[in-house]
């Protein structure tokens, strides 16, 4: 490494560090604004709030805007070189523009591996504290209201309840059936199931068990039976951002649960799970956008680029957060493109920025200046 990726990659990850901690700040304060009066109210102190609620909120929020940080960050030291006519010297030196950027890159680099541990398996740690904090003290309490539930829990097995009380996890009038093909072979009826915390097990009250072979039946009665079945209380628990609570492989296993039960849900799980593969590299792009819009040296000045990154980044996570997840979500494409669209398209808006800006290419010139005149007619 010469000395002048160190220079640059110093100042890049020093200066992120900043811009983090001062956003950071503000944002601190203006959730202090907003939650004064609910902390005023609720029981926990003051020690409770900083420790489950701020140490597990700073770095969520953190990570969720290092994308558009990293754009500032990148937009602001290009900006800085330019103006003191670095960028001149380095590319008059013989440093091509791509080796001007490699520091810039390996910098990114290094922020999007630490994204990607903090997004897997750090942050979703962090929010199951937070997100429990906000359900005790914040949140009007959950209650679980629907009825008539109907669940598959195992590839043959189906249950069923009337009701469920998620207070006291109790079901109400609940059955168990296994279907093979389109023949019943077994059907449990109960009056009530109830989660048993000591055992980590259902028990089952005042039951019917028939079994079904061909045309011989078999019934077996009984007042309580424990059981493990594949249901757990948090089924019936606020879904609240339940799966940014999941680590990596929590998730996964969560969404074979899912797939297992046949249920629709699971969507949103994997676009959980490929968001988390493709959100490190946003900031890699926006690096690369932010070198290439910031390396020109011009008579705007500083403020005149730092305005366009804050456009340009918005517009890409407004993009990937809301955009992504609507398409993916609602079935239109394949999740995996719906995820990983904004990347794609903000990269090739990236390279046709590099051929216009760095490379000067005319036939890109002449195409968009062909369009602007059109527009303005």
């Known amino acids: 490494m010469k000395i002048l990726d160190k220079y640059i990659i110093k100042k890049f990850l020093t200066t992120f560090v900043f811009v983090v901690f001062i956003f950071l700040s503000i944002i601190v304060v203006i959730d202090i604004i907003e939650k004064i009066q609910d902390f005023t109210k609720m029981e926990a102190t003051l020690k409770t709030i900083i420790v489950e609620y701020y140490l597990n909120f700073i770095p969520y929020i953190g990570n969720t805007i290092s994308p ?43 922020l999007a591996v630490v994204i990607f541990y903090l997004t897997g398996w750090v942050i979703p740690n962090a929010n199951k504290v937070r997100v429990n904090f906000e359900n005790t003290h914040i949140r009007s309490r959950y209650y679980y209201n629907q009825r008539d539930i109907h669940l598959k829990i195992a590839p043959k097995t189906y249950a069923y309840m009337e009701s469920y009380n998620n207070y006291n996890n109790i079901g109400y009038k609940f059955t168990l059936e296994v279907v093979e093909g389109n023949e019943l072979k077994e059907k449990l009826v109960a009056q009530r199931i109830i989660w048993d915390t000591t055992l980590q097990k259902w028990q089952i009250e005042n039951y019917s068990l028939r079994k079904i072979n061909n045309l011989e039946e078999k019934l077996t009665k009984g007042s309580k039976i424990d059981t493990t079945l594949n249901l757990s209380p948090e089924d019936f ?30 969507k949103i799980y994997i676009t959980e799970r490929y968001s988390r593969f493709t959100y490190p590299f946003a900031v890699i792009i926006l690096t690369f956008m932010g070198v290439i819009v910031a ?33 993916a979500n609602s079935g239109r494409m394949p999740i995996l493109l719906a995820v990983w669209l904004p990347n794609l398209l903000f990269i090739t808006i990236s390279i046709i920025m590099y051929r216009i800006f760095i490379l000067q290419d005319e036939r890109l010139r002449k195409i968009i200046f062909f369009y602007q005149t059109l527009f303005k007619r």
């Not at 103006?83 to 013989?94: H, P, Q």
């Open 68 to 110: 558009i940080m990293v754009f500032i960050t990148t937009v602001f030291v290009a900006s800085q070189m330019a103006s003191r006519t670095e960028v001149v010297a380095i590319l008059s030196s013989g440093i091509s523009f791509p080796r001007f950027l490699k520091p810039f890159l390996l910098g990114a680099g290094v």
């Open 237 to 266: 628990q606020s879904k609240h951002l339940f799966n940014e609570k999941l680590t990596l492989p929590e998730l996964n296993r969560y969404i074979a649960l899912l797939k297992e039960r046949g249920s629709e849900d699971v």
């Open 295 to 327: 390396s020109q040296k011009n008579r705007r000045g500083v403020g005149a680029k730092i305005a366009l990154g804050f456009v340009l980044a918005f517009i890409y996570i407004l993009f990937y957060i809301v955009g992504t997840r609507a398409l």
